[in-house]
């Protein structure tokens, strides 16, 4: 087992989970537990009538079998994902045709063995309502493989609607066409080549405006920026908006995304090793 594994263990031993053990979060969206006072992960539609149903845990898992029940054969759409951190910052699109789906014709959508929310049509995306921050950091699972249509750009989270100067909002994205993660905030950007497939990142942002960007455990590329406050919503699976006629811009598939107010690249390994040990990006 190696050092990151054993300390997920240890952790799952302890029964504690990981807003647990690295509280303080702004807010905390996942398809699995991650605090002890959590019982909800997504609200969930089903194309059959339209009727909702909120879908909680089994341990710390997704509660999959309510999830197949409640669809049956048909398609489950994500409403809500629900803020764990006790904020109550839920991300949600009431909008039908922009939600996107976690269940397909009766079939739990996967990624690397776990459930996933999987991108498949242009969306405004799933705002948490929560606004504000200079320093901040963002741990996030996605899988960024070639949507189908193609995306140009597949937004994981972001504060950038499209208003304000270029760049001046936070926008994490991945760029298929060169297979790079960009991090744009305060006016200026850091990108790192990525693979396409699924990812576990980390970005952060300083009191002083410093950019950090990270996957998979590696080193950060850093970058100057300044200290702006972000203005517009937080939240995930953005369409950008500037693909055109090639696709849409949301990721893949969507798992868990953690926003801190505050610069955690000291916890940076800690907590990347209790994501890791439950996903297994890498």
């Known amino acids: ?48 009538d339209d009727d909702e149903k909120d879908i909680g845990f089994v341990g710390p898992n997704l509660d999959s079998i309510t999830l197949l029940d409640f669809c049956g054969g048909g398609d489950g759409l994500v409403v809500k994902w629900y803020d764990q951190s006790g904020n109550n910052r839920n991300a949600t699109n009431l909008i039908k045709v922009e939600q996107q789906p976690i269940v397909i014709s009766g079939v739990v959508q996967l990624c690397n063995g776990k459930p996933a929310v999987k991108g498949t049509v242009a969306t405004t995306g799933y705002p948490t309502g929560f606004t504000g921050l200079s320093e901040k950091s963002s741990f996030s699972v996605a899988c960024v493989t070639p949507a189908i249509p193609p995306s140009v750009v597949s937004r994981i989270v972001t504060s950038y609607s499209g208003a304000g100067p270029a760049l001046d909002e936070l926008a994490l994205s991945y760029i298929e066409t060169s297979n790079q993660l960009l991090f744009a905030d305060g006016g200026v950007v850091v990108s790192i080549v990525a693979p396409s497939s699924q990812l576990l990142i980390f ?26 406050v972000n203005t517009n919503s937080y939240e995930i699976m953005e369409e950008g908006g500037g693909g055109g006629a090639t696709g849409i811009e949301v990721p893949e598939y969507m798992q868990e995304e953690i926003m801190y107010p505050t610069d955690r690249e000291s916890d940076r390994a800690a907590i990347e090793a209790d994501m890791n040990g439950f996903y297994g990006a890498y």
């Not at 455990?217 to 100057?224: D, I, K, N, R």
């Open 203 to 228: 970005i952060r942002k300083t009191s002083l405006g410093s950019l950090g960007l990270g996957f998979n455990g590696g080193s950060l590329v850093t970058g100057a920026g300044n200290t702006n």
């Open 1 to 48: 087992m190696n050092h990151h594994n054993l300390i997920a263990q240890m952790m799952e031993d302890a029964g504690e989970f990981l807003l647990d053990l690295f509280p303080g979060a702004a807010f905390a969206l996942s398809l699995r537990k991650l605090s002890t006072p959590a019982l909800l992960s997504v609200r969930v539609r089903r194309s059959s």
